[in-house]
C-alpha cells in the first residue's frame, strides 16, 4: 500500500477541495495521511484518512490570523506581501519538520502538496521522495504569456503590454527581495542550500502539478510546460451542512445567490450592497453569511443562512455574486452558472480577472461595491445572454478535464514511474 502525505494549508478554500482528492485516493487503496491545521482533522478523519497536524509550524486561526502572525491585517497590496511572508514562508522550516516526523512514524513514499504549503518541497529534499504539488487557487505559473500572478491583470498583447509587465517584473523584484532572505534563512535551518529557482517557482513541484480550473479560467495561455495539468473542478467531499428550515420558500422566482464567502465575511462589504441593489427585483436573493450575525435588515425578497449546501444552492440559482473565492468560483462556473465577482484583497483580484476574461461572469474590481455598482453588473449580466452561454461551455469544459479521477490517474502514473 503506497503512503501519500497530502499537506494542506489550514484554509477552507483549501481543505473543502483537498477532500475530493483524499476520498479518490483512498477509494483506490492507497494510505493517506493529511498534514493540516487541528481545527480540520475531523473533517478527514470521517472521510477514513490520518491526519498529522502542524506542530513544529504555529498551528493558526484562519480568522484570525494575527494572533499568531501579527502584521498580517495590513490594508490591500501589504496585507499580501505579510500572509506570504509570515503564514507561507516563516512557516516553511516547521512544516517541513513536521512532515520529517511523520516520515519517521510511517515512511512515506509520494508528497502531494497544496502549492501553498512552502514546505513540501524542502520536506521532499529531505526525505529525497517524489512530489506533486496541486493548486487549490488560481494557477499562479509564471509564464512569458501573462503578467505576473497576483496582480489581478489580464493579458495585454502589443507593446503596451510588454512595457507593463516589464515595470511589474522590476516591481515585484524589489517586493520579493525580502521574502527571498526569509526563504534562505529557512532553508538554512534545514541544512538545505540556498534555491537556484525564482522565489514563484519554488511552489512548483519538478514532475508534476495539478491546478484546479480549466484554460478558460487561466487567460487561455498556451505557453504552461508540460508538468501543469489542469484537473478542472475538485468537488467537496463530506462537511455539508443541512438544508435551512425556509429552503422551501425559495419558490419559483429566480433566484440569485450572494456569498461572502469563508475568509472575509464582513458582510457590510457585499451582502449588504448586494441586498439592497436586488431589493426591489423580482427575485428572491440567498444570502450566505459565513456565521456572522447581519448587522443590518434585509429586504423582503432576501432569505438568510449562515450556511446552505452549495450544490443545492447552484441548482436553484441563476447568477452567483461572490467575493471571489476560487473554490465557490469553479464550482459555480461548474454548474453553469455565471457570477459577478466583487473581490478586493489577496487572490481575489486575480480571481475576478479571469472571470471577466473568460466570459462567463463580471469583475466589479473592487471587494467593496456600492449598491448602484452590484445593480448595474446584475442588469449587464442577465440582460446579456452570452454570459450564461460562455458559464456552460466552461462548464464542459470543466468536466471534460476529470476532476480527481483524473488528478489521480497522474500521481498514480508518477508513483508508477518513481517504482513506488
Not at 540556498?194 to 508534476?208: F, G, K
Request: glycine residues 10%; charged residues 20%; aromatic residues 6%.
Amino acid at each position: 500500500m503506497t503512503h501519500i502525505a497530502l499537506p494542506v494549508m489550514p484554509f477552507a478554500g483549501h481543505v473543502a477541495p483537498a477532500t475530493g482528492l483524499v476520498a479518490e485516493l483512498l477509494a483506490r487503496g492507497h494510505d493517506v495521511t493529511v498534514y493540516t491545521g487541528a481545527h480540520y482533522r475531523t473533517r478527514f478523519e470521517a472521510l477514513g484518512a490520518a491526519v498529522h497536524p502542524w506542530q513544529a509550524a504555529p498551528d493558526f486561526d484562519e480568522h484570525n490570523l494575527t494572533a499568531t502572525f501579527p502584521g498580517t491585517d495590513r490594508p490591500g497590496r501589504l496585507a499580501v506581501r505579510a500572509d506570504i511572508e509570515h503564514v507561507f514562508v516563516r512557516t516553511l522550516g516547521g512544516q517541513a519538520r513536521d512532515l520529517v516526523a511523520l516520515d519517521r512514524e510511517h515512511p512515506v513514499d509520494l508528497l502531494l502538496g497544496d502549492v501553498l504549503s512552502f514546505g513540501t518541497g524542502p520536506a521532499a529534499e529531505l526525505l529525497e521522495v517524489p512530489w506533486v504539488s496541486v493548486s487549490f487557487v488560481p494557477l499562479s505559473y509564471p509564464t512569458p504569456s501573462l503578467p505576473l500572478p497576483g496582480m489581478g491583470l489580464s493579458p495585454e498583447p502589443g507593446p503596451v503590454g510588454r512595457v507593463r509587465d516589464a515595470a511589474l517584473t522590476r516591481v515585484f523584484t524589489a517586493f520579493s527581495r525580502r521574502l527571498d532572505r526569509v526563504h534562505a534563512e529557512q532553508r538554512a535551518g534545514l541544512d538545505l542550500p540556498p534555491r537556484s529557482t525564482p522565489l514563484n517557482m519554488v511552489l512548483y513541484s519538478p514532475r508534476l502539478n495539478l491546478a484546479s480550473g480549466c484554460a478558460s479560467l487561466d487567460f487561455g495561455r498556451t505557453d504552461l510546460p508540460d508538468t501543469v495539468r489542469f484537473v478542472g473542478r475538485l468537488p467537496t467531499v463530506g462537511g455539508r451542512h443541512s438544508l435551512p428550515d425556509w429552503w422551501a420558500r425559495l419558490g419559483e422566482r429566480p433566484v440569485v445567490l450572494v456569498t461572502q464567502g469563508t475568509l472575509n465575511i464582513d458582510a457590510r462589504q457585499l451582502v449588504k450592497p448586494a441586498l439592497e441593489a436586488l431589493a426591489d427585483v423580482d427575485v428572491t436573493v440567498l444570502a450566505t453569511t459565513g456565521g456572522v450575525p447581519l448587522p443590518f435588515s434585509t429586504p423582503a425578497n432576501a432569505l438568510v443562512a449562515d450556511f446552505v449546501p452549495f450544490d443545492a444552492a447552484l441548482a436553484r440559482a441563476s447568477l452567483v455574486i461572490s467575493n471571489g473565492g476560487w473554490g465557490g468560483t469553479v464550482e459555480t462556473l461548474a454548474a453553469g452558472v455565471p457570477i459577478i465577482v466583487a473581490g478586493g484583497d489577496r487572490d481575489k483580484p486575480e480571481v475576478a480577472a479571469r472571470v471577466d476574461y473568460s466570459g462567463a461572469g463580471l469583475s466589479l474590481h473592487t471587494g467593496r461595491p456600492s449598491a448602484h455598482r452590484v445593480r448595474a453588473g446584475y442588469d449587464l449580466v442577465t440582460g446579456h445572454p452570452g454570459y450564461r452561454v460562455r458559464a456552460r461551455e466552461v462548464a464542459e469544459e470543466l468536466a471534460a478535464l476529470g476532476g480527481p479521477g483524473a488528478a489521480v490517474d497522474a500521481i498514480e502514473q508518477v508513483l508508477a514511474d518513481v517504482g513506488a
